[in-house]
T-cell receptor, first 114, second 115 residues
Framework: DAGITQSPRHKVTETGTPVTLRCHQT?????MYWYRQDPGHGLRLIHY???????DKGEVSDGYSVSRSKTEDFLLTLESATSSQTSVYFC?????????????FGPGTRLTVL | KNQVEQSPQSLIILEGKNCTLQ??????????LRWYKQDTGRGPVSLTI?????NTKSNGRYTATLDADTKQSSLHITASQLSDSASYIC??????????????FGRGTQLTVWP
């Protein structure tokens, strides 16, 4: 699992509340990713980071922000959660920075927005 | 438009049988193709990674093939086991030279192995 943990693992919240999901890795990997996974869709990239304070948007970034102040932590924030953000969120890292390095995923966070 | 399409969407086979999953892609320029296995309730796990020059790669009972000319890949599972029940996801990487390019995910094939 490349030392990836996600917290919380499950969360239920109400529409309009802020939510922060945390991804923590222990092996000093440079690249970190946040994906969401919904029925009928493949994994979709929300944001990614290529270093401390270096982040960029993915294909479904609206309504989400991220921060990476330390190598080991990549935070995903929903500023004002909506029901459409109910999903399973996966954090991932790439073991290196070349095109064929292996991608590892965390265990996922199941978020329900009521 | 860069896309990854997988077929079938779902598949049921009996334990001990073989099966083949398909992946077609339009991602260009192509860097590499990956197959992931995702057990229910868990994150995906990488099975194989193939570059343009590789036609086949094996990982135990899993064998992936790649035809870069027709932009097709297959994942063959031999002598299936109950533990093979999972979603199998095809992922194609965009070429950005030696560094990692964007990854495009298929929607997966849900495989169920019955005893």
């Amino acid at each position: 699992d490349a030392g990836i943990t996600q917290s919380p693992r499950h969360k239920v919240t109400e529409t309009g509340t802020p939510v922060t999901l945390r991804c923590h890795q222990t092996e000093n990997h440079r690249y970190m990713y946040w994906y969401r996974q919904d029925p009928g869709h493949g994994l979709r990239l929300i944001h990614y980071s290529y270093g401390v304070k270096d982040t960029d948007k993915g294909e479904v970034s609206d309504g989400y922000s991220v921060s990476r102040s330390k190598t080991e932590d990549f935070l995903l924030t929903l500023e004002s959660a909506t029901s459409s953000q109910t999903s399973v969120y996966f954090c991932a890292i790439i073991s290196g920075w070349t095109s064929t390095d292996t991608q590892y995923f965390g265990p996922g966070t199941r978020l329900t927005v009521l | 438009k860069n896309q990854v399409e997988q077929s079938p969407q779902s598949l049921i086979i009996l334990e001990g049988k073989n099966c083949t999953l398909q992946c077609n892609y339009t991602v260009s320029p192509f860097s590499n193709l990956r197959w992931y296995k995702q057990d229910t309730g868990r994150g995906p796990v990488s099975l194989t990674i193939m570059t343009f020059s590789e036609n086949t790669k094996s990982n135990g009972r899993y064998t992936a093939t790649l035809d870069a000319d027709t932009k097709q890949s297959s994942l063959h599972i031999t002598a299936s086991q109950l533990s093979d029940s999972a979603s199998y996801i095809c992922v194609v990487s965009l070429d950005r030279g030696s560094t990692l390019g964007r990854l495009y995910f298929g929607r997966g094939t849900q495989l169920t192995v019955w005893p």
